[in-house]
């Protein structure tokens, strides 16, 4: 009699919380982070989807002000309601560090790694080596299609800056020009990130 009895409560709660359809109950997942909160101490929901890509974590796409953002509610889809995007509270959400575009047409948006471009996959960002204006700078995808493809011919990317930050894949002087003067220090070394810069 007790398992009928919390049965039936799972189910009105389920129904309740919108994850009941007709008379099935539908299963789904515990959070996979659920004391992540916003800064206003709303919780967030994980995963949600954003721009055709699934989040289990705050995320830095688009971010308005280069704070990690959690949905705090999102449709029947899952996807990330707009109006519900808040600022992930770092002292109790695993916020990772973001490789942000600091120039190009997607400034300011997250780069996806890995991506594969050009049949070549990129663990950090790559050169440009189109003879433009841009020629010799470091850039990455800021979308990827669900095998990791950057999206290409719709603006989807950005350049790196001076890669400073450990997050652009350039600790190891990726994105940097290495001289015979530079020390490389081999505890440091990403083996994913050869052939990427210059001696």
Same mark, same amino acid.
């Given at each position: 009699?007790?398992?009928?009895?919390?049965?039936?409560?799972?189910?009105?709660?389920?129904?309740?919380?919108?994850?009941?359809?007709?008379?099935?109950?539908?299963?789904?997942?515990?959070?996979? @982070?659920? #004391?992540?909160?916003?800064?206003?101490?709303?919780?967030?929901?994980?995963?949600?989807?954003? $721009?055709?890509?699934?989040?289990?974590?705050?995320?830095?796409?688009?971010?308005?002000?280069?704070?990690?953002?959690?949905?705090?509610?999102?449709?029947?889809?899952?996807?990330?309601?707009? #109006?519900?995007?808040?600022?992930?509270?770092?002292?109790?959400? @695993?916020?990772?560090?973001?490789?942000? #575009?600091?120039?190009?047409?997607?400034?300011?948006?997250?780069?996806?790694?890995?991506?594969?471009?050009?049949?070549?996959?990129?663990?950090?960002?790559?050169?440009?080596?189109?003879?433009? @204006?841009?020629?010799?700078?470091?850039?990455?995808? #800021?979308?990827?299609?669900?095998?990791?493809?950057?999206? $290409?011919?719709?603006?989807?990317?950005?350049?790196?800056?001076?890669?400073? @930050?450990?997050?652009?894949?350039?600790?190891?002087?990726?994105?940097?020009?290495?001289?015979?003067?530079?020390?490389?220090?081999?505890?440091?070394?990403?083996?994913?990130?050869?052939?990427?810069?210059?001696?």
């Amino acid at each position: 009699m007790h398992q009928l009895v919390a049965v039936s409560v799972i189910f009105m709660a389920s129904r309740a919380l919108g994850k009941g359809f007709g008379d099935k109950l539908v299963p789904f997942a515990a959070d996979t @982070n659920p #004391t992540c909160q916003t800064i206003s101490g709303r919780e967030c929901v994980f995963p949600f989807q954003y $721009n055709g890509n699934e989040y289990y974590e705050c995320t830095h796409d688009d971010s308005k002000n280069g704070a990690a953002w959690c949905p705090t509610k999102v449709d029947k889809y899952g996807k990330a309601i707009s #109006t519900s995007h808040e600022a992930c509270d770092p002292s109790v959400c @695993n916020v990772k560090e973001a490789c942000l #575009t600091e120039s190009g047409p997607d400034k300011g948006n997250s780069c996806k790694f890995p991506f594969t471009f050009n049949g070549k996959t990129y663990h950090s960002c790559a050169r440009w080596e189109w003879d433009d @204006n841009d020629y010799g700078k470091y850039w990455c995808s #800021t979308r990827v299609d669900k095998n990791n493809v950057h999206v $290409n011919n719709r603006g989807f990317y950005g350049f790196c800056g001076f890669c400073d @930050n450990p997050a652009c894949g350039c600790g190891a002087g990726a994105c940097n020009t290495i001289t015979l003067d530079d020390t490389v220090n081999v505890d440091d070394f990403d083996i994913r990130n050869i052939g990427n810069f210059d001696v």
